[in-house]
């Protein structure tokens, strides 16, 4: 058994944090490889553990401006126990598009930059954190968007910056996942191991 095994095994003791939903933030840096590791982690927990992107709920107007979003669109259906509907943004397009749906299921994976945010924590059954650092993460991310997207890049480490001062994730992590050349290692987080 891998730490991802195990991992998966732990986040299903706990109690729900959202009505009858564990949702799960799995939080880092923008090209931290946040979205694969979910990716793994909902393929190990099973087919039908649902994963949020926030990419789908920021915009190029407002990278970190969707709390509201996620909380009325997200949260509140969730903690009721009821499936949840919320509209992607179109990068591409730059407009919302028609709303999907989320089901309350036992765990729901939100992944992105500031899942972990503290208007989120209340709701949030354990929070995951992506352990590169940002320099590493952001070549990552150039690399994986191309000459194209370098003028967004450049504003975006800029509030992705901010918004990590003003409201750190990291401190407040269950547990630092590393991705290493043969998968990942997990180890406890700040708020495990204070």
Same mark, same amino acid.
């Given at each position: 058994?891998?730490?991802?095994?195990?991992?998966? &095994?732990?986040?299903?003791?706990?109690?729900?944090?959202?009505?009858?939903?564990?949702?799960?933030?799995?939080?880092?840096?923008?090209?931290?490889?946040?979205?694969?590791? =979910?990716?793994? %982690?909902?393929?190990? %927990?099973?087919?039908?553990?649902?994963?949020?992107? %926030?990419?789908? @709920?920021?915009?190029?107007?407002?990278?970190?401006?969707?709390?509201?979003?996620?909380?009325?669109?997200?949260? #509140?259906?969730? !903690?009721?126990?009821?499936? *949840?509907?919320?509209?992607?943004?179109?990068?591409?397009?730059?407009?919302?598009?028609?709303?999907?749906?989320?089901?309350?299921?036992?765990?729901?994976?939100? &992944?992105?930059?500031?899942?972990?945010?503290?208007?989120?924590?209340?709701?949030?059954?354990?929070?995951?954190?992506? &352990?590169?650092?940002?320099? &590493?993460?952001?070549?990552?991310?150039?690399?994986?968007?191309?000459?194209?997207?370098?003028?967004?890049?450049?504003?975006?480490?800029?509030?992705?910056?901010?918004?990590? @001062? =003003?409201?750190? !994730?990291? *401190?407040?992590? #269950?547990?630092?996942?590393?991705?290493?050349?043969?998968?990942?290692?997990?180890?406890?987080?700040?708020?495990?191991? *204070?």
């Amino acid at each position: 058994m891998d730490d991802v095994d195990r991992l998966a &095994e732990s986040l299903y003791a706990g109690p729900p944090s959202c009505g009858p939903v564990r949702l799960v933030a799995v939080d880092g840096h923008a090209g931290s490889g946040k979205s694969t590791f =979910a990716g793994r %982690l909902a393929t190990v %927990l099973g087919g039908d553990v649902p994963v949020l992107h %926030l990419d789908d @709920l920021a915009s190029h107007e407002a990278y970190f401006d969707w709390t509201g979003r996620v909380l009325d669109q997200v949260v #509140d259906p969730l !903690s009721r126990g009821i499936t *949840a509907h919320y509209e992607p943004y179109d990068w591409v397009a730059r407009h919302f598009a028609p709303a999907r749906e989320l089901p309350p299921a036992p765990l729901v994976l939100i &992944e992105g930059v500031g899942a972990g945010r503290a208007a989120l924590r209340p709701h949030l059954a354990r929070l995951l954190w992506m &352990e590169r650092s940002p320099e &590493e993460s952001w070549l990552r991310g150039r690399q994986r968007d191309g000459i194209g997207l370098s003028a967004f890049w450049d504003s975006w480490t800029v509030a992705e910056t901010q918004h990590f @001062l =003003a409201d750190p !994730s990291r *401190a407040f992590a #269950d547990a630092l996942v590393r991705e290493c050349p043969e998968g990942y290692e997990v180890h406890p987080g700040p708020m495990t191991s *204070a």
